[in-house]
């Protein structure tokens, strides 16, 4: 999804920024990861969506036994304190939103809300959350092989049944034909759809 905002931002000049913008910058450049870690933050979760006429940033992560849920959209913000009495119930504390009025400044809204966080009367330092751990949806080089060997021989598979249904029992002639010509054809499909896989990362 990083590969995206950089995309969408690499089309614009810095002066062309809007303030959701300069947040997606931020984000990217890693200075807002590194924030929230230097403040003690943990399981801190980003969630950009770029979409046209539809952007926006959503924030998450837990400090001590409270969490934050932060949305950034062009119009302006939205965050919420809950504080997490087990691992699968939280109580919704208090929610804030606003504009992005002239002088924003997204390290100064951080810098107010881990105040509004050290401020709540519900804060337990005692209380450590659980470290999640970071879930990888990549496929592994075995898997991509497994793949690239079998997914051309199921759609030659598929395609020679599909004739043989048509024609009937087919002749040493057919055999050959089919040969030649869906296995090259099989291998295109591939790199096909290879290529469409690759662009969507």
Known sequence: ????????????????????????????????????????????????????????LTVLFDYYNLSLKAEFTEDGYKYTKYEVNSTVYKRELSS????????????????????????????????????????????????KAVLITIVPFIIFVIMATSLFNVTGAPNVFMNTFMTVLLMPLSFIILIIIVIAASRKK
């Open 1 to 56: 999804m990083s590969k995206k905002v950089l995309n969408y931002l690499g089309k614009k000049n810095r002066y062309q920024y809007s303030e959701l913008d300069k947040i997606l910058s931020f984000y990217l450049g890693g200075n807002f990861s590194r924030f929230l870690l230097d403040n003690n933050a943990l399981n801190i979760e980003f969630s950009p969506i770029i979409k046209r006429n539809r952007n926006s």
């Open 96 to 143: 804030e939103s606003g504009s992005y009025n002239l002088g924003f400044n997204i390290i100064i809204l951080l810098e107010n809300i881990i105040e509004s966080l050290k401020s709540e009367p519900s804060l337990n330092k005692d209380i450590v959350p659980v470290i999640k751990p970071k879930v990888e949806h990549k496929q592994t080089p075995v898997v």
